[in-house]
């Protein structure tokens, strides 16, 4: 199982980024995934921020991101994405994608650092 996490930067406040999180040696169609983040200071608590069904796309968002954020998955390049809008410094992180159950082996993160 291998989960690699990519798209992170340095952006200006009311910025965009889009990340992605590349899947192999399960299979990703079958999963509900979602992604999280670990804040600076907080590097115990890796909080989620938005999910994805596996049968139907439907999906699901932290409050404070919704509206914001958009995730989604294309599950013949068994690849997921999480397009980021409207960045504000609270958004500085390490990103990270897992199943919604976080059964799989964590990833290295791709850090993101929203500048104000």
């Known amino acids: 199982v291998h989960l690699m996490e990519s798209g992170g930067g340095l952006v200006q406040s009311e910025g965009s980024l889009r990340l992605s999180c590349a899947a192999s040696?399960?299979?990703?169609?079958?999963?509900?995934m979602s992604w999280y983040r670990e804040a600076p200071g907080k590097e115990r608590e890796r909080e989620w921020i938005?999910?994805?069904?596996?049968?139907?796309?439907?999906?699901d968002y932290k409050k404070s991101v919704s509206g914001r954020f958009t995730i989604s998955r294309d599950n013949a390049l068994n690849t997921m994405y999480l397009q980021m809008s409207r960045l504000k410094p609270e958004d500085t992180a390490v990103y990270y994608c897992n199943d919604v159950l976080m059964s799989l082996n964590w990833g290295q993160g791709t850090q993101v650092v929203v500048s104000s």
């Open positions: 938005a999910s994805i069904n596996q049968f139907d796309d439907r999906t």
């Open positions: 040696g399960f299979s990703f169609s079958n999963r509900d």
